[in-house]
């Protein structure tokens, strides 16, 4: 009895130690993820362009004004040329403060432009549209814009929103960006690299990927906790399938975000909060 006691008290310390480690200690610092994308439809005039990839902020579960403080001074260290975000900023779930929110956000500077999509948890839209017009971002939901840097040849961002409950109608969602591809003439100038902002990535199959060079993504958490050798213990319904942070589908590039905040639970394992820095070359 003394021994299977020991025993226990061993085990339940461990259980306590993890938890607690999961939910203080795991949660907090910041990951900085660097990639180098290389691509010979790269004129030299965006050569090195610098893209800020932030996910799943999920404000007011582990991330508050100082956390997001933190993060907007890192964003601006690297002096990207474009930030965006690829949805749930805030939570339907979660009590937040819209004016700390933007009071952080205006401050990150990007030289050619600042993008987001709304997330499945972005659900109070009319709190999410103005914090994001607010924050000086660009609202790509379900539309597309041409960047121009040094150069009379424009690449195309453009965006999806959550297609969590509704994803019968991404076919819609991209139409004014399809409408804009098949009516360029053969005499005009055409986009020379193609970027797509969508929240949750499963969906992609149900696009034509010979449209979009890069495509950026969040949702998944990357798993959110995960275990050594074994990997993701859970994903949630729209990122079953693309969960990691990378992956080559056929010519086109797929990043997901691991993100920075939780959902539901707020506990991290092995998976800091970060997000990701993208150097985009021709070599």
Same mark, same amino acid.
């Given at each position: 009895?003394?021994?299977?006691? $020991?025993?226990?008290?061993?085990?339940?310390?461990?259980?306590? &130690?993890?938890?607690?480690?999961?939910?203080?200690?795991?949660? =907090?610092g910041l990951k900085i993820k660097e990639y180098k994308i290389v691509n010979n439809k790269i004129i030299n005039e965006y050569h090195?362009?610098?893209?800020?990839?932030?996910?799943?902020?999920?404000?007011?579960?582990?991330?508050?004004?100082?956390?997001?403080?933190?993060?907007? #001074?890192?964003?601006?260290?690297?002096?990207?040329?474009?930030?965006?975000?690829?949805?749930?900023?805030?939570?339907?779930?979660? #009590?937040? #403060?819209?004016?700390?929110?933007?009071? *952080?956000?205006?401050? $990150?500077?990007?030289?050619?432009?600042?993008?987001?999509?709304?997330?499945?948890?972005?659900?109070?839209?009319?709190? @999410?549209? @103005?914090?994001?017009?607010?924050?000086?971002?660009?609202?790509?939901?379900?539309?597309?814009?041409?960047?121009?840097?040094?150069?009379? *040849?424009?690449?195309?961002? =453009?965006?999806? =929103?959550?297609?969590?409950?509704?994803?019968?109608?991404?076919?819609?969602?991209?139409? *004014?960006?399809?409408? /804009?591809?098949?009516?360029?003439?053969?005499?005009?100038?055409?986009?020379? /690299?193609?970027?797509? +902002?969508?929240?949750?990535?499963?969906?992609?199959?149900?696009?034509?990927?010979?449209? @979009?060079? +890069?495509?950026?993504?969040?949702? =998944?958490?990357?798993? *959110?906790?995960?275990?050594?050798?074994?990997?993701?213990?859970?994903?949630?319904?729209?990122?079953?399938?693309?969960?990691?942070?990378?992956?080559?589908?056929? #010519? &086109?590039?797929?990043?997901?975000?691991s993100g920075l905040g939780t959902s539901k639970l707020r506990f991290r394992f092995f998976n800091r909060p970060s997000f990701n820095? /993208?150097?985009?070359?021709?070599?």
């Amino acid at each position: 009895m003394k021994k299977f006691l $020991i025993i226990f008290l061993v085990f339940f310390i461990a259980i306590i &130690t993890l938890l607690l480690y999961s939910r203080f200690i795991a949660t =907090s610092g910041l990951k900085i993820k660097e990639y180098k994308i290389v691509n010979n439809k790269i004129i030299n005039e965006y050569h090195g362009l610098k893209i800020v990839h932030l996910s799943d902020i999920h404000y007011g579960s582990i991330i508050f004004e100082e956390q997001l403080e933190n993060i907007v #001074n890192k964003v601006n260290e690297l002096k990207p040329d474009i930030v965006v975000l690829t949805g749930d900023l805030i939570d339907e779930r979660i #009590n937040y #403060n819209q004016e700390q929110i933007i009071n *952080q956000l205006k401050k $990150i500077e990007a030289k050619l432009g600042k993008y987001a999509i709304s997330g499945n948890h972005d659900k109070p839209i009319d709190d @999410y549209n @103005y914090i994001i017009k607010e924050s000086g971002f660009k609202s790509l939901d379900n539309t597309y814009e041409l960047i121009y840097a040094n150069s009379n *040849q424009p690449i195309i961002i =453009s965006g999806i =929103s959550s297609n969590y409950e509704e994803n019968s109608n991404i076919g819609i969602k991209t139409e *004014q960006f399809d409408k /804009y591809i098949s009516n360029l003439k053969a005499d005009e100038i055409k986009p020379i /690299y193609s970027i797509l +902002l969508i929240h949750e990535p499963d969906f992609i199959d149900n696009l034509n990927l010979n449209n @979009y060079d +890069l495509i950026l993504a969040g949702h =998944s958490h990357g798993g *959110q906790v995960r275990l050594p050798w074994f990997g993701k213990v859970f994903t949630p319904y729209g990122s079953e399938k693309y969960y990691d942070e990378y992956y080559k589908i056929n #010519n &086109t590039d797929l990043y997901i975000s691991s993100g920075l905040g939780t959902s539901k639970l707020r506990f991290r394992f092995f998976n800091r909060p970060s997000f990701n820095f /993208y150097r985009i070359t021709n070599k």
